[in-house]
Each structure stands twice: as structure tokens, then as C-alpha cells.
């Protein structure tokens, strides 16, 4: 399945991922990974309620990772992984994180 996940703060700040060599992560294995990272980075619920749904994880992921992360080539195989896990926790073929909106799109 061929697999795009793009991350964007903006017009201006826009990093697309095509997964076209690399498959996504199996769905158990990218929650996993969104999870580790969730934890790593301290990122606190969005919702009142406290529960974190994996829209949530990937949006606060990707906003506490900061827009270096994506951007600068040193950091290239973590933003990778963020894209493999994107695409396989959510199971759709091409994702926005639109961190600007803090929104999806598919």
C-alpha cells in the first residue's frame, strides 16, 4: 500500500513523507511507538477528559518534536518512524497533521 503522511505548520513549514520503500508500521507496533513517544516527550492529554485518543498522540508527538525534527536530515530516521507509525496506527493511505489547526486530514 502506498503510504504519504505529511506534516505541516503552515505554508511556509510544510515536511511530506512518502513511504513508497517502507511499508507502515503493523497497526500494534505503531501504537507502541506513538505510545514510547508520548511518554518520552511528557505530553499531557488534550482532551479534558483525559482520554487520549491516537489522533491525539499523533498531533502532541509531533508538536513536542518541534518542526526541527522534521526538518533537519540528522533527524531524518525519527521523523520516518513518526511517519511509519502515522501511517500505520491510523490506517488510512494519505494523512495531514496540520499542526497549525492541530487537525487530520486523510
Same mark, same amino acid.
Request: proline content about 4%.
Given at each position: *500500500?502506498? #503510504?504519504?503522511?505529511?506534516?505541516?505548520?503552515?505554508?511556509?513549514? #510544510?515536511?511530506?513523507?512518502d513511504?513508497?520503500?517502507? !511499508?507502515?508500521?503493523?497497526?500494534?507496533q505503531?501504537?507502541?511507538?506513538?505510545?514510547?513517544?508520548?511518554?518520552?516527550?511528557?505530553?499531557?492529554?488534550?482532551?479534558?477528559?483525559?482520554?487520549?485518543?491516537?489522533?491525539?498522540?499523533?498531533?502532541?508527538?509531533?508538536?513536542?518534536?518541534? !518542526?526541527?525534527?522534521?526538518?533537519?536530515?540528522?533527524?531524518?530516521?525519527?521523523?520516518? #518512524?513518526?511517519?511509519?507509525?502515522?501511517?500505520?496506527?491510523?490506517?488510512?493511505?494519505?494523512?495531514?497533521?496540520?499542526?497549525?489547526? *492541530?487537525?487530520?486530514?486523510?
Amino acid at each position: *500500500m502506498r #503510504s504519504q503522511v505529511t506534516v505541516t505548520w503552515g505554508e511556509n513549514a #510544510s515536511y511530506r513523507f512518502d513511504l513508497d520503500a517502507v !511499508q507502515p508500521m503493523p497497526n500494534d507496533q505503531a501504537r507502541a511507538w506513538l505510545d514510547g513517544q508520548f511518554t518520552a516527550f511528557e505530553c499531557e492529554p488534550i482532551r479534558l477528559t483525559g482520554k487520549v485518543l491516537t489522533a491525539d498522540k499523533v498531533l502532541s508527538v509531533a508538536q513536542a518534536a518541534g !518542526q526541527e525534527r522534521f526538518r533537519d536530515a540528522a533527524h531524518r530516521d525519527w521523523a520516518e #518512524s513518526f511517519a511509519r507509525a502515522t501511517s500505520g496506527a491510523l490506517a488510512k493511505p494519505t494523512i495531514t497533521v496540520d499542526l497549525a489547526t *492541530m487537525s487530520l486530514g486523510y
